[in-house]
């Protein structure tokens, strides 16, 4: 295995006195996709809000590592700054702010955390319109607000354009596929594949097979009712796929 | 009329103990505590003022004795005690106004730029007539060469006064009556000094015109009075901006702001007000009780203001415009930001009077903390305003759960040919948006004054470039501590 990134041992999670994620075991290294797949209520959107910090959930035991560091120990900012990064489910609408504006101020807020030289006006948009370019996001979408009247697709493009400009080291994408048509998940499965490099790890969450066959992992989980029943290879998803969730979730973790 | 000997006496005599300002260290001269109408003649007689200007403000002065504090507004504040104030102050040696740069004070200089002011440069660069008025005179005046040039007069009103006592007897409680309400008869009393602007027919002001208030010395009301008029078919865009130093005890801000506009004439007035809102638990801070109208009095006027206020600690304020000539058009854009104990009461009247006369009107509320934000707003239109219409849209943001914003909208229709439409809505500031900006790399502050900017964007888009970036920051700033 390459070096280690994220370590994740025996976590425990509860949201509002339910424990929802109930003692995960996972390591992500360096280069890896790892794919998480499972029933809807599963606890794959907690995972993932944990990881990056939203407020709202307890961790109760176990604990998370990134590359060695604590990651419960950090603001939500702290660890955006660090390099993670979610591709959002359900990616929020914000009236007002340009989706090239929201995107200046983030490169920036995270350079400042990091101690680096800001990015001026120009070196943003040549950035920004460069990625926006393979995506197949129009000058016109960077200047609508963010999210506001975007159909499913063009949010899910912007998520992936925004995972583009600022270069995580840590991917995690929440269901980048649901609520896409055909043409679209082709244009975010090309776009999440171009951006896989040996520095860079992905954790893909996702429903359905469909978008493994764009991004093909190197892993794939299925988490049932809170825990890590089954890990395999891609071919797991395929076969997922076929039988579905049901006796999976009944397998006892390991 | 000179002042009663005794008054003046008192004055000197509280000059010469004053020995250091409170924040700038410039000695400043005083009348007396309190309000009689000798106060009155003191100011007066300071300003050598004419007798017909002096009749003026006894004649507030007496309305003024019969007049009761309004209580309408949704604002709470201790009684006001208006015998516990100093109603004159001027920074000593001004009464013979330097005429460059080089002959003001070093000192007041720096005070104008530790609020960012720096008079000298920024004036220049951003070609911006400043004329800046320091407690309650006006200290000096830029560019004025320039647009005497194009016979624009941008002087203090009690320069006016001197020089153009026929527009100033004209225009002066003409829109705004000494008799108006409790703090404009105040104001009209003792007035201390303020801006005058005086358009010529046909002229577009070739620059953006400002003036910066400030307070500075302690237990003094700062009582501007400002008068624009725009004769036929001029355009004017002026800029005000306020702040105050923090000070534990609250003082009263009560400036009358009149626009007199002709036809085929514009005037663009912005404000960016940031006085001392006081400290969280709400100990100090400006009361802000300011009577704003405009008059468009001729066919094809048009008046547009646009507010940002983020200051004060009560905040009791109603920008309107009167729209008499045909065709007239009436602006309102507002941003209201309250946060802590911070209490505002803000709002504007159309009154439309004229044929096919249009009004539009926007307002952005924005409360956090404990504030209190009420958008109160009238409109209203007469039988012969035929085809008059009005859009308003009021936007109330909350932060947190323990404040307040209230929308008490009047309307008034006497000709059934009018068409008014309303428009409100009342959001929080979700917990997603914030995590969204968050994960992103914003902090708390950052995701919260970028998404109040992001509310506000249609009001701050109508502000001039200058005023604008300015405005963007003082929303963040004073939304500090909001959230987290
Ligand atoms: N903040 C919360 N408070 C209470 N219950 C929650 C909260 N978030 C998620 N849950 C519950 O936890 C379970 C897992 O949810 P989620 O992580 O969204 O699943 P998935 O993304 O796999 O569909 C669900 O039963 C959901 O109702
Ligand atoms: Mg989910």
Redesign the pocket.
Known sequence: MSEVMLKIENLHVT????E?LRGINLEVGAGEVHAIM????????????VLSGRP??EITAGSISYFGEDLAALEPEERAAKGIFLGF?YPVEIPGVAAMSFLKTAINAQRKLRGEEELDARGVMTLVQGEAKKLNIGADMLKRSINVGFSGGEKKRNEILQMAVLQPKLAIL??TDSGLDVDALKLVGEGVTALRAPDRAMIV?THYQRLLDYIVPDFVHV?AK?RIVRSGGAELARELDQLGYGDLAKVPAA | MAASQDTIEKAEALGESYKHGFVTEIESEFAPKGLNEDIVRYISARKNEPEWMLDWRLRAYRRWCEMEEPQWAKVDFPQIDYQDAYYYAAPKGYDDRPKSLDEVDPELLETYEKLGIPLAEQAMLAGVAVDAVFDSVSVVTTFKDKLEEVGVIFCSISEAVQEHPELVRKYLGSVVPYSDNFHATLNSAVFSDGTFVYVPEGVRCPMELSTYFRINAQHTGQFERTLIIADKGSYVSYLEGCTAPMRDENQLHAAVVELVVLDDAEIKYSTVQNWYPGDKEGRGGIYNFVTKRGACRGRNSKISWTQVETGSAVTWKYPSCILQGDNSVGEFFSIAITNNRQQADTGTKMIHLGRNTKSRIIAKGISAGHSQSTYRGLVSVHPKAEGARNHTQCDSLLIGDECGAHTVPYIEVKNPSAQIEHEATTSKLSEEQLFYCRQRGLDAEAAVALLVNGFCKEVLQKLPMEFAVEAQKLVGVSLEGSVG
């Open positions: 949201a509002e006195g339910t929802i499972g029933p809807n209520g599963a606890g794959k959107s907690t995972l993932s809000n709202g959930y489910q929440d269901e969450i988490l809170g």
